[in-house]
């Protein structure tokens, strides 16, 4: 090497760190610009904030999360119960075909309720044919909405629950049985405890899920949050107000992720004695094998069978007037090309933040990685929102492109492709780096030919699951698409507002199919030995343990 | 690791190639608050015939309006579609729009259906009516209503549907709000709400649930209806317009603007004129079915011809406060529901 004089130069640390505060920058200035829109309303806008019609969509907004999460815990305590603990019918069939609800996009799941149970949907022709019948009462609104939701999100629940309950040691519960407990007392004194940080971070995915879901409130006309934006934003000539309504939804986000860090509380319930821990047996029910299988039927029929059949019968239903048929080679296309082009994006600009976050001793470094999961938690509407404000003032070049429609992506995805390249990482032995740096490998190069051959499954893993989420993504898309830029989720959407049914059919099949198809991948590379950490379902199982950073990036997966 | 690396570089390339072109200079870029369905075709013929290239975005009148609005010097809009007088009236009223040419404006037979500062015009006419069910109005025991205020009644609970977050019904609230003063509409609507009015999304959902028996009538357009019937006659749903100028009848259009920030008026007025000259003009007679607006083209035999409509009182350029009628029908609770 000649000696000379050199320039200084970012030691790789400093370079991965300025990466990472570039992207946090991008993430969060949107969301300051539209914090600062919306507080530069002044008095007028806080005095718009708290009158009582404002205030009742809070109330809706706190109603729809308070039940959403009690229905799901009814539904996804009991289910992970019978899948991991009891002997019945078809067990594994149903742990599947249940999970396979996760993979309905809240307004399919909501549309296609109604068609079935709405006021003239399936079930009132079915009943019309026995007896007179003027229609059946109208489920839009708080039901419909609690219904849908609930129905789509009980796994996350289920998940982590099932997980503790397969993994504890079997000796806590018969400990206490020899002590003299009865099953319930068990139950309640020694299992429901090791499940309390499992329940707690479920719940707070499925609060999550419910106070940002756009698709099955708008469509059961539910007037949350989400849904009160977007009419805002869409038929109001006011946007401050909009923007005024999108603080109110952080701050109750923000208030939300507090609540959870209070009462999720850990509690140990590991083994201190010598020994290792007996595999579970499973449990006989006698009699109640039946209810269990009706309970598991009901969930797949209402969950997977009903919006699967009835998105069929609408493949064959006659078009009412000249519809146009979509162009679906087009819609393919872009859906699938946007997908893409977001699920690479975010791969990349993980790789540099999970790096960063393998030196551990930054405390920075977890602060920014921290902030960019704020695009995640916060819902997509308002990410879209702070977009298209920051996009109008700051950079009108951008306004109604694809990039920044991917930007919109990339901010609401990241953590899960940041998620799944770390639990990969971390596998790899450092002593690798130090030797290829001795060797005289240039770090970016330590980085090409190390960490991404090694960390290829969970780099890949994370593509696919952004991926998959783009393409059933709703709100931002209908706010950042670009004009003649349609996916299958925005194209389902604007024919469902037109009663436009026959064109509902094709498109919705091939979203839940691929989504489902993405979803068995996933949990078959689950079962290979040595599939990366962090992948998939491995972070459901690992949600007690690492609550809250995973449990973010699994509910963008499973949205 | 090489043919991932292949892979993702094919992937790239064909997504940019499918993704749609961002927008460029030469393209004449369409806001539209009418429906696809509804001018979809019309304007890719126009894109044929004419040679020039167009791009389309598609949204509800008000929205549209309002982004035109919050845009301001960087909108892309090169000509905007509203389906309201109204939301052409508050573009005008901010001093977006650029004044059209003489004769385009003479094109159109009815001055009513021009602005006056000649900043918008007419494309076509369609009238607010009341879509209804007889065999469910029978079944209730129900007569058609002499006006729009009856919808109240008790009589009337839980059998209506509106859809108050579409363009034309905006429109007639801010004619109800010129007529009768907002007090009143605001009550009116607030009563209607009290009545379990039931909530669509837009006027084609209606038209489908009254055909259906899911309510008895509709406040909408009065075109919908052909459409259904086109596909199938033995649709018994019927029309009612209401009587004696009543703010229930308003007659509006839906018409087009030019913004001055368009960067190809004459792209745009060609489009004007296209929608204007026979195919236009035909195509909504025949197709959508609504009235037309220049001289020389019938309307569709269906439809009760334009001049025995009662319409109440009232300038199109007058109902330009869409501001001030978003704001009541928040205020009524109406988007609530």
Redesign the interface.
Known sequence: MTAGPRLPRLDRHQALQFIAVVTALVVLLPLAWLVLRATGAGAEGLAWALRP?TL??LVNSIVLTVTVVAGALAIGLPFAWLTARCEFPLRRFWLIAGLLTMVVPSYLGAVTLLAAFG??GLLYDLLAALMPL??LP?MR?WFGAWLSITLITWPFIALPARAVLLGSDPALEEAARSLGLGRWQVFRRVTLPLLRPALAGGSLLVALYTLSDFGAVAVM?Y?AFTR?IY?Q???????ERAAILALMLILLTLFLLLLERRLGQQRGGARLGAGAQRRLELQQIGRWRWPAVLFCALLVALGVALPVGVLGSWLTRR??????APDMGMLT??T???S??AA?AAGVLALPLALLLRRRHSRLSHWLVALTHGGNVLPGIVVALALVFFA?RFL?AW????PLLLLGYVTRFLPLAISASRGALESISPRLEEAARGLGQRPWQVVLRIYV?LA?AGILAGIALVFLSVMKELPTTLVLA????RTFATHIW?AY????LSIIGGPGLLLLGVSALGLIAILLRERQPGAAPGSGVALLRELPRRARAHALAVLVHLR | ?RT?AVL?VT??V???T???A??QDDIL?IYSGR???LV??LLESFSDISGIEI??????T??L??QI???GE?S?ADIFIAQDAGALG?LAKEGLLAELPEDLLGLVSDPAFVSPDGLWLALSGRARVLVYGPDALEMAGLDLPESILDLTGEEWRGKVGWAP?NGSFQANITAMRQLLGDEATLAWMQDMIANDV??Y??N??IV??VI???IAAGLVNHYYLF??L???PSITAQLHFFPGGDPGALVNIAGAAIPLTSGQPEAAEALIRFMLGEVGQTWFTT?TYEYPVVADIPPSVQLKPLVEIETPDLDLSDIDD??GT?DLI??S?A???
């Open positions: 019609r009742t969509i006021p003239r003027e229609r109208d609104g006309r007037n009160a009419l934003y869409t038929s109001s000539f006011d946007r078009a009412l007037f000249n519809v146009t296309a872009t699938a090309s946007v893409a082009l690479l109008a009108p306004y109604q492109t694809v051959p290829r670009p004009i003649g830029t604007s507002s037109e009663a436009l | 690791m991932l993702i992937l790239l064909q997504s940019l499918a993704l749609p961002l927008a870029t429906n696809e369905s979809g075709p791009e389309v975005l598609y949204g509800g008000a929205g309006a309002s609005i919050e845009e960087n892309p508050a977050t039931q909530v999304p837009k084609t959902p489908q649930a259906d028996g899911e459409r259904f086109a596909e199938d197709k869409l501001q978003l928040e205020e609770g988007l609530d529901q």
